[in-house]
Each structure stands twice: as C-alpha cells, then as structure tokens.
C-alpha cells in the first residue's frame, strides 16, 4: 500500500496572513552552460538564487522543489541564453499557478577569457566575476547583466610630485656641473638617485552592470569586457615577459587617472553602445597611499533607469 505523504505548502494556510516579495533559495549551486557572444558555450561553476513573490496572503508558502527542479533541468539539458532565462521565470511562475506573478534569477560565475600580452604575444587566462540577472514583474522582463573588471590606475597628483622630485634632484645634480654632456645625463637618469620617486598606483576594479535589449541572444561579456579594457587602457595582466611589464609601466605613466577621470572615460565608451539600454557604472580605486578607496558611480540617465 502506498502511503500518501503530507504536502504542507497546499494544504494548511498560513498562521499570520500576508503577501510576500521574495521566496526561494540562494547560492543553489550548479554546472551551467552559458551562451557568450563570440565565444563556444561554455561550462561554468554557478551560484544562483531562484525566488518567486507569493501573492496569496493565505497560502502556508511556495514550492521551492518546483524552481530547484526547473534549474536542474536547464542544468542537464539546456544552455543558458536570453530566452532560456525568459522562459525559465515563465516556468517559475506557471509552475505556482495562483501563488506567484514575479520571479526573479541570479546567477554568479566566474568567465575565463584569454587575453593577450601587450608586447609578447603570449596569452593567459583571466577570470571575470560576472552575475546575469532576470526578472518578471507582472509580465515584464527585465535581464541583467555585470560583470567586475580589474585595472591599474597611476595618480597623477603623485605622479607631478614625483616628477617634482626627479627635476629638483637633478638641478641638485648637474648645477655646479661644467660642461654636461648627453651620456651623463643619460647614465644618471637610469640610477635610482636619477629616478627619485615614483608615483603610486594601485589595482582598481571598474563594476559595470547593463540592461540587455529584447534584441540579445547570447550574453555579450567579451564585448562588455573589451569596451571597458579598452577604455581604460591598463588592464591587469595574464602572462607577462620583460617587455610587457615595460610597456605595461609606459600605458601607467601615460594614463594618469583619478577615479573621476576612469568613470568619465567609461562613461563616454558605454553612451556609444546601442545594443544596451541603460548602464551603472562604479569605479573603485583600492588605494595605496590611503587606508580608505576612491570611488565614482555613474549611470546613463536614463529616465526610470538605474540610480546612483
């Protein structure tokens, strides 16, 4: 004989009666296969929240099984694209029948891409902390997509002391001099009395988050990584040789940059890309000379878009 087994969620009714935003689970992990633009579908090591609202103040709860099953599924049988994501929050909600009409996805992983020394040519990998969010509010999709960018920035107010510095140490140096020659100077500059000071720089992440168009398929996290490396021009890097780590030290001396001259760089790159419909942008300095960071936040500004 079989026994049936008490299903509490649909048969008892709440103690306290009252609608609920979210419920579900967080940090569910999974093997998800994503689908990125300009790269083959890939395996990545997932953590996810899953979450529906419950609308029904009398209902005991929801039935996380349901959406863990749904992820499951996608896990083992699907690729994780704009409309896999879309069709997933549907299910969510069809899944609760009178229970729920939003729902809401979060999927956190690291992206691995190759990227290439600046002078060599040698290639290494690089992980991206990227998190796709989804969301169904009543029938509206929302998709999300962020993605954490570290770089180097060079203060230049550090760097104009330290060229102060170097002028003074070499007024000091060559003065009382009689006839001073190229190749002295040229032999001093190479010697640390010759290089007095150096300006601070420190390791800084650019955050970026954007809202897809309904015109997107694949994830565009190449692309988004490019625009951002690109125009911040020190991105860190992967395999690196002599010449490399010279050029790297030139591309720092040459872009000098407080954290509101990196945001307002970003800022310009990301208001020439049509394919997203709003960014956020925060620009994080993890300073060495300071105990504290440098931060700038930006947005597109767009009218009900993202706040600051």
Not at 59 to 70: C, E, N, Q, T, V
Not at 174 to 188: A, C, K
Not at 219 to 244: G, M, S, W, Y
Request: hydrophobic residues 40%; proline residues 3%; charged residues 20%.
């Amino acid at each position: 004989m079989s026994t049936i087994m008490p299903d509490i969620a649909n048969h008892t009714t709440a103690q306290t009666e009252g609608t609920l935003d979210w419920v579900g689970m967080s940090n569910i992990e999974m093997p998800i296969m994503v689908a990125s633009q300009d790269q083959a579908d890939r395996m990545v090591s997932a953590s996810i929240d899953a979450f529906v609202n419950l609308k029904d103040p009398k209902a005991k709860g929801i039935h996380m099984s349901r959406l863990y099953l749904l992820l499951d599924e996608l896990s083992g049988e699907g690729i994780l694209t704009y409309q896999a994501l879309v069709t997933l929050l549907n299910g969510f909600i069809s899944s609760h029948g009178e229970l729920s009409d939003n729902a809401k996805l979060e999927f956190r992983f690291d992206y691995h891409l190759r990227r290439k020394s600046l002078i060599s040519g040698k290639q290494g990998w690089k992980a991206y902390p990227v998190i796709i969010t989804g969301r169904i509010n009543k029938g509206v999709f929302d998709v999300e997509l962020k993605v954490d960018v570290p770089y180097s920035s060079t203060c230049p107010c550090s760097a104009a002391l330290a060229r102060q510095l170097i002028q003074k140490s070499f007024k000091e140096k060559f003065t009382n001099e009689g006839n001073v020659n190229l190749d002295s100077i040229h032999e001093w500059l190479g010697t640390t009395e010759g290089i007095v000071a150096t300006p601070h720089s420190q390791r800084s992440i650019a955050e970026v988050k954007v809202k897809l168009n309904k015109l997107a398929d694949n994830f565009p996290i190449t692309a988004l990584v490019n625009t951002i490396e690109q125009a911040l021009q020190t991105p860190v890097q992967a395999a690196v040789k002599r010449e490399d780590e010279q050029e790297f030290a030139r591309l720092n001396g040459q872009n000098l940059m407080f954290c509101e001259d990196a945001a307002r760089r970003l800022q310009h790159a990301m208001n020439q890309k049509s394919e997203f419909d709003d960014f956020w942008l925060c620009i994080n300095h993890l300073e060495s000379l300071h105990a504290h960071d440098a931060v700038s936040v930006t947005t597109k500004g767009v009218e009900n878009g993202y706040q600051p």
